[in-house]
């Protein structure tokens, strides 16, 4: 069995999803029940899961670096419908795939470059309905944190302003071979616009970075910093928008961050 799956890659963060339990929830709960719409894959090692895709009969995409996991690929599954793409993940443009039609994303995500490759989909939204991933719980944990604790962040802003978030439940590390020494989470993302949404996302990613990018300082530095502002004219917008120049980055939610960069915006401080 070992040398079937192949040696795992510490440089790739290989870590395989080995447990047919595990691999059967993530499908059942993880993707719609229509098969119509194409799926990718996004890291399938020697295959687990796409065995389990495979079953939907549906157009199947899958992306591997790691040549010697897509020899195996190729070899396992000669006979099936099933597109190999050896390439990084990272430059996979999905309209490139299926053109103007609508797709799923699902995969065991390489830990290392998680939130690259969330952001890199995420910007793709016009290509999917949705994502089904396995991360690092503390990444999961992210994902679905509200403002005020340490776990809310940048990518709690990008994945909540893109998406419906929900931890479908947690897998433990004897689910994987090698064993990681961090527990996991599969987490289903339904992609929608969000609610009340009046501005371009990108203007409030910018703001929300500016905000992050000294997280234990004032919002009054932060912002004056990371936009290239005076404080007074950071404390003229947080005071218009009804927010303490002492709160910190966590602290706002979406919706704050919206008001602030409508009032830049208006005031033509932020184009």
């Known amino acids: 069995m070992l040398g079937y799956r192949g040696k795992a890659k510490k440089a790739l963060g290989q870590n395989f999803l080995i447990n047919d339990r595990v691999i059967e929830r993530i499908v059942a709960e993880g993707l719609p029940s229509d098969t119509a719409f194409p799926l990718v894959e996004i890291g399938p090692g020697p295959g687990g899961l796409t065995r389990e895709l495979i079953k939907r009969d549906q157009p199947l995409w899958v992306v591997e670096l790691d040549k010697e996991k897509v020899a195996i690929l190729k070899r396992e599954f000669t006979q099936d419908k099933i597109n190999i793409l050896n390439m990084d993940a990272l430059k996979l443009n999905l309209a490139e795939l299926w053109g103007d039609q609508k797709g799923w994303l ?111 300082k004032t919002l009054l530095n932060t912002l004056s910093a990371g936009l290239g502002l005076t404080k007074n004219d950071i404390s003229m917008v947080l005071q218009q928008a009804g927010i303490e120049p002492k709160q910190r980055a966590e602290e706002l939610s979406i919706s704050d961050y919206q008001k602030i960069c409508q009032i830049l915006k208006h005031s033509g401080l932020l184009v």
């Open 106 to 216: 699902i995969g065991n995500l390489p830990y290392y470059i998680t939130n690259p490759l969330l952001r890199h989909f995420l910007a793709q939204k016009d290509s999917l309905f949705g994502l089904t991933v396995m991360v690092q719980k503390e990444v999961a944990d992210r994902m679905l944190a509200p403002p005020g604790g340490k776990e809310y962040g940048l990518l709690s802003i990008a994945v909540q302003l893109a998406a419906e978030p929900l931890k479908l439940f947690e897998v433990s590390a004897t689910a994987f071979y090698p064993q990681p020494k961090v527990k996991s989470a599969v987490v289903k993302l339904v992609l929608r616009p969000y609610p009340g949404l009046e501005i371009e996302e990108s203007m409030l990613m910018r703001v929300a970075k500016a905000a992050f990018a000294q997280r234990r």
